[in-house]
């Protein structure tokens, strides 16, 4: 970490600290504090947050394989370009992983991130072409498919029921050492720029890792805060909340500020710290340093564009990116009121008036609003319609921006989840999903002007999809989007009545 020597009073030791303030408070964890960190603990393991043994050894044995298929595919595709039979036997070529399995906070069932890096005799296309090949003839290797032309290119794949995400790397070195570190900037010169790329999720999660005083006390936060915001609706980066690398940024700037702590107090002073955040200030781990490599960074002294960043959560590691540019005054509105109820409940928590459980309770989105837009998305056979939601899910914050410049809309809220359509309103024969947004209107109380008001914003929408799709000649016969606006009390047309009826407050009779 970046150890500044405080100017040393009456001759102490300089003090370390991390990030790039001094931390809050030095406190050390009081008997109480441990034990609502194991009360934590507990309440999630319901949740499936943590791995088995099993698991994880099997996770572990996979990568082995993966590693294995990497050095023998580097070896061969070396042979093949006749490199000198003593350099073959040292090429090596390497596995990382990054994300959350890489942090050591992934769940179960989750996917693997992972990095394949070469030496500088092997090509991209290589990668594309005789790996994939290699992946292919294994029989462990279901559901292959490369995305070769994707903003950060991959072959995603399951190998023995683990779903891993591969990206590649060429070096301009001609080895590639078993103990290579990726942390070193020096490493991005004269690179590809799809390669500085796929080193970026690795380098940011080493660096994260590097960053934080406690791994252990940073786990057990980030564990607990990414089930917070999966439970209320407000993880996912897609959509303009917050995705997985930017929550860990955020644990670990509290991590840093309270480097003594642990999870049950750093999750209560992760809502302190973030209700009472002024935005747009960045959230930094480390001042961002210039390495002269001439890479577009995150600068809103030089980037005009920079500048219209709500929300900005900036990677440190070079070159430096705000994580969270999908982010929209509606989305941040939404996660400001989430901090803050957080903060209330952790404060009740910690009193001893509530149980962790009340952290991670759904909010009741379909009571919220009065007034729903019901986006629906169809197609005639199954594969059609995945890969049509794709697209459409990744155009919704699109429609949100619509609504969010109407005059007469003051917020737009997006729910993450996709339900599948309702029997009524659709053919047996086809795939629907539907996703909700509900809109809170400026106090004028008339919703028949409002009404026709919606049409265009939905009509531009829908437009945008549609044309995209056709670019990409993707549109199919029964591929359909529409969005309709609809009241509170209309939703019981779309959905089961348990999600839209009122719950109603039952005593809960204590289990002796």
Known sequence: PTWTGNSTLGGQQP??????????????????DHIYTQKLTEAMKPFGVFEGEDELSHRLAVLGKLNSFVKEWIAEISESKNLPLTAVANVGGKIFTFGSYRLGVHTKGADIDALCVAPRHVERTDFFSSFFEKLKQHDEIKDLRAVEDAFVPVIKFKFDGIEIDLLFARLALQSIP????????????????????????CRVTDEILYLVPNKENFRLTLRAIKLWAKRRGIYSNMLGFLGGVSWAMLVARTCQLYPNAVAATLVHKFFLVFSKWEWPNPVLLKQPEDSNLNLPVWDPRVNPSDRYHLMPII???YPQQNSTYNVSTSTRTIMSEEFRNGLTVTDEILQGKADWSKL??????????????????SASTEDNHLEWIGLVESKIRVLVGNLERNEYITLAHVNPQSFPGSKENHNENEFVSMWFIGISF??????????IDLTYDIQSFTDTVY????NINMLKDGMTIE????????????LPPELVQRKKKVKKKKVS
């Open 360 to 377: 991670f309770e759904p909010p009741n989105f379909f009571q919220k609003y009065k007034h729903y837009i019901v986006l629906t998305a």
């Open 315 to 317: 990677t440190p590691a």
């Open 467 to 470: 044309r995209q799709a056709s």
């Open 483 to 494: 969005a309709t606006h609809v009241k509170k009390k209309q939703l019981h047309h779309y």
């Open 442 to 451: 400026k106090k004028l109380d008339n919703s028949d002007c409002v009404n």
């Open 15 to 32: 003090r370390k600290h991390y990030g790039i303030t001094s931390s809050i408070s030095l406190a050390f964890p009081r008997e109480i």
């Open 178 to 201: 078993d103990n290579l570190d990726l942390r070193g900037d020096s490493l991005l010169r004269n690179l590809d720029i799809r390669c500085i790329r796929s080193l970026n999720g």
